[in-house]
């Protein structure tokens, strides 16, 4: 008897703990020539249909940026095939060091994936930018207040 409530409890506190656990995803590209010209795709698979998840936007690069900033469109594809595009600009600080610097950039705040399954992000910029190594998406849950 003892053993089977001491099964049953370490079942439901394995289902809370994995109830509360945050989701965060970070995925990076890195770029052949230091200079990002092409959409680059990212993933990211949805197994929670009520979080509340901010998306930001994250760029490496090095003393070869020389741009102001950096207008590019943000192409969303939900599970159902349902598509959102819209304008985004960057404004990367530009930095004298020999050494590489990465910028985040908030681009949604409680975002709510309403489908379950593979979300599509596709980052394109408007135009070729040099001095750019990397570019990648971060969806991170929130935390409960």
């Known amino acids: 008897m003892h053993k089977l409530i001491f ?3 370490v079942a439901i506190a394995t289902i809370m703990v994995s109830c509360n656990e945050k989701q965060h995803s970070i995925e990076m590209h890195d770029m052949e020539s230091h200079a990002w010209s092409t ?5 990211f698979d ?7 998840r901010d998306l930001s936007i994250v760029v490496r690069y090095g ?5 102001d900033s ?5 192409l969303t594809i939900s599970p159902d095939s349902m598509v959102t595009k819209e304008p985004f600009t960057l404004h990367i ?7 590489p ?5 908030l681009y949604r705040r409680n975002v709510v994936f309403s489908r379950k399954g593979e979300y599509q ?3 394109i910029p408007d135009t070729a930018v040099e001095g750019i190594s990397s570019i990648g998406i971060i969806v991170s849950e929130q935390e409960a207040n």
Do not use: C, M, W
């Not at 950096?70 to 943000?74: E, F, G, T, Y």
């Not at 600080?93 to 050494?99: A, H, M, Q």
């Open 7 to 9: 099964t049953t409890l």
């Open 39 to 43: 959409t680059e795709e990212f993933a």
């Open 46 to 52: 949805n197994g929670d249909s009520l979080a509340k």
């Open 63 to 67: 003393s070869g940026y020389v741009a």
């Open 70 to 74: 950096v207008a590019l469109h943000i």
């Open 93 to 99: 600080p530009r930095i004298k060091e020999v050494r």
């Open 101 to 105: 610097e990465e910028q985040t950039f």
């Open 121 to 123: 992000f596709r980052i």
